[in-house]
């Protein structure tokens, strides 16, 4: 086990606190970030340089890192899972607070005990529940007794403590609640996505009723029927001894989603259609146990993808009734959002648009980054609220029911012109039920808002930094939060009391983090790292100004011996904006000095993702390889170009049906402060990134092509209308409604621009951007007769690569490209 006496990277907790700083999270104008280079963290003892083979091993050379981490129950404990040293496996590690090192793996058959990151505590905090493998657990927490409540082949889930004191879970969808005390179980509730049964009819064809008519055993086989199924009704309706009847909502509907209200007399449900999966949705496979090519299922394009709106129910359990909640209530339910995107297309088509108000296709809200669901009761189970989105992304609603006339209550409508974002949407209950709490954009970044139920939302954060992963107190009376306020890229904790509408930090780091509460309150579970320390479990005292202790060291020996510079995050000034460029920049030594200088850079990809913040990066293998150019005397530039997250609404809403264009924009920014501020020669820049990231040097190269000699273009989109749904619609509304978007948006329409070297790295099997984009590109370029590019493909890998050796054959490619053409 590793001791913590070694080196953290020769960053200690002393180095990284910003020490004596005061900062405000109360509402500030838009303030006007230095420009200057900005050197936050400063490189590792280590003086081992960086190889390439070092760079693209397997990343179990860097320590592996602890996953997963959450709270035991008794809060005197972390437990944390690591990946296994050559497998895929994980381990899970209990981490006493007391314990000096990582602490103790966790035996196979004792993973049952240890609860779970999403446990459950009843109201008193007597009992805690989770599941493992499907199957229920529970736990008194102060003597520490532990109970299987289900052993079976189903699985378990949702589980909860109603207010009468029970445990309640779901099996598929079936709800029951069982009492600790007594130990009686009971069925609550059974959704069924069936018609109701009715008595047997007598079939409607002539045939049928004269057979009915002539042959008494027919008749008498029928009225027995008949007799047996309402007397089983009957029994049904007046034994009291009986699991209740099943919920039936229908045939042709599917159930998405059900929330059960913790008094256990209601549910919420949300129905969708049955959708056939498209023959055509494969991708082929040809390297294969079997020798055969296989033809793997793959997701929809957006071009074929059809509206998947959802029907709101609410459930009476009590009395097995149901009432479908209408969407009518809700503000714009039925407003013409496209109506200009529609007329500016029909334009050019010589048509004329006229819009007419209809009913949009509306759905239960996805957040992709939250861990709770989109319909939230509140404590007590006499409220409920949900969150819903227009299929056309153009507006999210935060909604309560009215359960005396059974119709859906508006509290609050986010229209966004472009899309409504797929992050910041947490929401939740205080106050007894009297008040919510919800993160919105509206104001042009993400902040927190509280509303009564028929009172105006409060805005409670202002400023130009974005708040996120709200989390309530047990009592209702504080959220603590994670934000940016200081800096776009260092993230620390807040508490905000709702009650004085006071905000206290309580961190100070000078990187990346995220937290979660001690279940006593007590304490903060912090997981923390920096641009050259990767994330490491800390904890300490939920109050301002706590010392912050360290958990676990899991860096290798390896990581610690290489001479990492961490990079400076500098603002490149924008020719298209007041706001400036974000960016990481890599500095060789003396770079003022000789000649001018070879640069590099670097597209991160997801679009909608942050890369120059000073936490620990996901594009770690992008972060060594900046070290080896670096050591070769190359400048390289990061840039947080417009969309990335992290810099408010209007810089990601920038792309709205120009994908490429302001960020190929940011692009030729970043090459001219090289050029006046680092010696780079203009004529010696490159350019290279993965998947969005390919995308854009795609676009760069083809729209842009005297601004890069040379650009390497991994796993690239080539034509948005090929890529999925949920992401593309959102910025480029669909194929059918706004070709125009497309047409501005994808490479394959600007390959005719190509100019300098291009290598496209392609692996065949992903399943995120098909190896089609680049096969249709590629022809493209080949019927342009085009001679500067060529082409590397992966035949075993996904879009994230899984073999050292593809990574590695990956970048000594890129690495020849620029060593070649720089």
């Known amino acids: 086990m590793t001791q913590f006496s070694k080196p953290l990277l020769a960053v200690t907790l002393s180095a990284i606190l910003l020490a004596g700083a005061s900062f405000s999270t ?158 009686e179980l009971s069925l609550l509730a059974s959704l069924k996505a069936e018609a109701e049964p009715k008595a047997p009819a007598i079939p409607d064809s002539y045939l049928a009723k004269e057979q009915h008519k002539l042959i008494q055993f027919i008749a008498l086989e029928h009225k027995n029927a008949t007799d047996a199924f309402n007397q089983q009704q009957l029994i049904q309706q007046q034994s009291d001894v009986l699991a209740p009847a099943p919920v039936y909502l229908g045939k042709d509907v599917s159930i998405d989603s059900a929330s059960l209200s913790p008094k256990g ?56 009734k149901q009432f479908p909640l209408s969407y009518e209530s809700l503000p714009g339910f039925d407003e013409d959002v496209l109506a200009s995107v529609k007329a500016e297309n029909a334009k050019r088509q010589g048509k004329s648009y006229s819009s007419k108000k209809a009913a949009r296709d509306i759905s239960l809200l996805n957040d992709w980054s939250w861990d709770q669901s989109a319909m939230r009761w509140d404590q007590s189970g006499s409220q409920v609220a949900v969150m819903l989105k227009a299929w056309d992304n153009k507006d999210r609603w935060l909604a309560t029911v009215d359960f005396e006339s059974n119709k859906l209550v508006n509290q609050h409508r986010l229209h966004d012109d472009a899309w409504i974002n797929y992050d910041f949407n947490n929401f939740g209950w205080y106050n007894q039920g009297a008040n919510l709490y919800f993160l919105s954009e509206e104001s042009g970044y993400s902040h927190l808002y509280v509303k009564a139920l028929n009172g105006k939302a409060k805005k409670l954060t202002s400023g130009t930094f974005e708040v996120s992963q709200p989390k309530l107190n047990r009592a209702g009376t504080a959220i603590y939060y994670r934000a940016n306020p200081t800096h776009p890229g260092i993230y620390n904790v807040y508490k905000l009391d709702l009650a004085a509408e006071k905000i206290q930090q309580l961190t100070a780091l ?47 020996e390896q990581l610690t011996a290489m001479a990492l510079q ?49 936490g620990w990066s996901n594009y770690f293998r992008e972060f060594f390889f900046h070290q080896i150019l670096t050591q070769q005397g190359y400048v ?50 490159g350019t290279y990134g993965g998947s969005y990231g390919g995308f854009m040097t795609f676009m760069a190269m083809f729209t842009q092509p005297d601004l890069f000699k040379a650009g390497s273009a991994l796993r690239p989109v080539g034509d948005w209308a090929y890529y999925n749904q949920p992401y593309t619609s959102n910025i480029l509304n669909t194929p ?87």
């Open 636 to 685: 390289v530039l990061d840039m947080d170009y417009r969309a990335s997250k992290g810099y408010g609404r209007d810089w990601r809403t920038a792309i709205y049906r120009q994908m490429g264009t302001p960020e190929t924009q940011d692009l030729m920014d970043g090459v001219k402060w090289l050029v006046d501020n680092t010696n780079v020669d203009v004529a010696r820049v």
């Open 265 to 320: 007399d209601k549910i919420l449900v949300a129905l969708a259609g049955k959708n056939e999966r498209n023959s055509k949705d494969i991708m082929p496979n040809y390297i294969t146990a079997t020798g055969d090519i296989a033809a793997q299922p793959v997701r929809a394009r957006v071009h074929d993808q059809k509206p998947q709106p959802h029907k709101l129910v609410l459930v009476d359990v009590l009395h097995n």
């Open 566 to 614: 961490a990079p400076k995050v500098i603002a490149v000034p924008s020719s298209h904006g007041e706001q400036p460029v974000f960016a990481k920049l890599y500095l060789p030594k003396d770079y003022l000095q000789g000649e001018k200088r070879r640069a590099v850079i670097f597209n991160h990809g997801a679009g909608y993702l942050q890369n120059s913040d000073l």
């Open 736 to 822: 059918d409604v706004d070709p125009i978007a497309y047409e501005r948006s994808s490479p394959i329409y600007f390959t005719e621009g190509l100019k300098n070297q291009l290598l496209i790295n392609a692996p065949m099997v992903d399943d995120n951007v098909f190896f089609q984009d680049t096969v249709r590109v590629v022809q493209r370029l080949i019927e342009q007769e085009k001679n500067t590019f060529e082409t590397a493909i992966f035949p075993v890998e996904p879009h994230g690569f899984r073999q050292p050796s593809s990574w590695l054959d990956e970048y000594r490619r890129i690495y020849k490209l620029f060593e070649r053409e720089l």
């Open 510 to 556: 000078t990187g990346n983090l995220s937290f979660d509460l001690s279940p006593d309150e007590s304490q903060l579970l912090v997981r923390y790292s920096t641009s050259v320390m990767p994330e490491e479990l800390y904890v300490m005292a939920n109050q301002s100004g706590s010392v912050l202790k360290r958990l676990t060291y899991t860096v290798s």
């Open 26 to 183: 109360q509402a500030k104008e838009p303030q006007s970030y230095q420009l200057n280079p900005v050197q936050i963290q400063a490189a590792t003892n280590g003086n081992k340089p960086m190889t390439m083979e070092q760079a693209m091993a397997h990343p179990d050379w860097l320590g592996r890192q602890p996953e997963a981490a959450y709270w035991s129950a008794d809060s005197q404990s972390i437990y944390y899972q690591r990946k296994q040293q050559g497998a895929e496996l994980r381990d899970w590690f209990a981490r006493p607070l007391v314990a000096t090192d990582n602490g103790q793996q966790v035996a196979l058959n004792e993973l049952d005990n240890i609860g779970a990151a999403d446990q459950r505590f009843s109201n008193d905090g007597k009992f805690v529940a989770w599941t493992f493998e499907g199957q229920v657990f529970v736990k008194e927490v102060v003597s520490g007794k532990i109970s299987q409540l289900t052993r079976n082949r189903q699985q378990q889930m949702d589980v909860m403590f109603l207010t009468d004191g029970r445990l309640s879970w779901r099996q598929d969808w079936d709800f029951y609640g069982l009492n600790l005390q007594s130990g």
